[in-house]
């Protein structure tokens, strides 16, 4: 049960929170007396509503402000504690959740329990308080578990529906099919009586889309490189590129590094050094990068999907009488999931000298 203790002076209302055991009794196993008090002297707390989550933890609702209540409007308030009765410290850090809505005296009425953890508040939001003409809103504002509000919640965590007079929410409800009631009152114009109100919200699911990862190595001997183009491989197979060089003879190959994902990404690329038969040369454009390639370091920019990344091996075949063999492995993978990587290969043969 949700109530505030009144003070004698015009501010220091508490939050008084009691629980009761089924023959009507305090419950003395809930703050050792059966109810609990929230609040300092400097600051009024007001709750008007109370849910219990499925692990027992209290969820209040209401209002909070600070200093003198003439000054400083209420906030939207949301509180939560322990089964025991202190506050949980897991919820906006210190148990409670103060909400402003642009300086407006604001309230929660009710709460609706969601799946996840979350929580939907609904109350009043009210005007600005340096605008005479500005009237008070329904308001639904979703909490995450932790006491943030949920900015997949249209936005921002809060829904405000406004409208040409005063309108003040009571009570909310939620229908089998997750829509939510909102009752309360529409004043008229002039102080005239106010009419009962009924609005209906539907909460939308919000779609998360996990981006997909996906690197794609292109070879060839021409910047315009294809092969490979779809293959998918930590072997190279389907995706190797045979280099032929004559006796002391240089040669250039090109690799594509490709975001075949559906979000931006960069790929770390690391390829094959050359040994005492090639000398083997990376670049980008006309920049070495040969050291940073060989170590793995080497991160190309930031790709969109299905935007490509050309590199280029220069090879040269040293002074030998007989022919030579390299295998230069090229490996890429995605900086946001390195685990979906791709390789292929340029396998290098050189002439014997003419006799």
């Known amino acids: 049960v949700g109530a505030y203790q009144e003070p004698q002076s015009p501010y220091g209302y508490k939050n008084m929170v009691a629980r009761y055991d089924t023959n009507g009794t305090l419950d003395t196993n809930f703050d050792t007396d059966g109810y609990l008090i929230t609040g300092g002297s400097n600051q009024n707390n007001s709750p008007a509503s109370v849910a219990i989550q499925a692990d027992n933890k209290i969820v209040v609702g209401g209002s909070s402000y600070i200093k003198n209540p003439f000054s400083e409007p209420d906030d939207f308030a949301l509180f939560r504690y322990l089964s025991t009765g202190a506050l949980d410290t ?9 909400i402003d809505h642009i300086g ?3 309230s929660i009425r009710g709460i609706k329990l969601q799946s996840g953890g979350k929580i939907l508040a609904v109350g009043t939001a009210g005007g600005d308080p340096a605008d005479s003409a500005s009237v008070g809103s329904f308001a ?50 002039n102080s005239a009586p106010g009419e009962a109100a009924a609005i209906r919200y539907e909460l939308v699911p ?45 040669k250039p190959a090109y690799i594509g590094v490709q975001n075949d994902g559906t979000a931006p990404d960069s790929f770390k690329v690391k390829a094959t050094p050359g040994n005492s038969d090639f000398t083997v040369n990376y670049f980008k454009g006309t920049t ?10 080497y991160q190309t920019a930031t790709l969109a999907p299905n935007a490509v990344e050309i590199l280029k091996v220069v090879v040269t075949a040293k002074s030998k009488r007989s022919a030579e063999k390299r295998t230069l492995a090229v490996t890429a993978s995605s900086v946001a999931k390195s685990s979906e990587s791709d390789k292929a290969l340029i396998k290098v043969t050189s002439k014997a000298k003419p006799k």
């Open 206 to 250: 919000v779609v998360v889309i996990i981006p997909t990862r996906k690197t794609d190595l292109l070879i060839g001997l021409k910047s315009t490189v294809t092969l490979g183009a779809n293959i998918y491989n930590n072997t190279g197979v389907g995706q190797t590129q045979a280099l032929g060089l004559g006796f002391k003879a240089t």
């Open 140 to 189: 639904m504002l979703m909490f995450n578990s932790n006491g943030s509000l949920d900015t997949a919640f249209d936005n921002d965590g809060k829904v405000i529906t406004t409208g040409p007079t005063t309108r003040e929410t009571y009570c909310v409800a939620q229908q089998s099919n997750g829509k939510i009631i909102v009752a309360g009152e529409f004043y008229g114009a």
């Open 90 to 98: 897991t919820f906006d850090t210190d148990g409670m959740a103060i």
């Open 104 to 106: 407006g005296y604001d």
């Open 288 to 297: 070495n990068i040969t050291a940073a390639i060989v170590a793995g370091t």
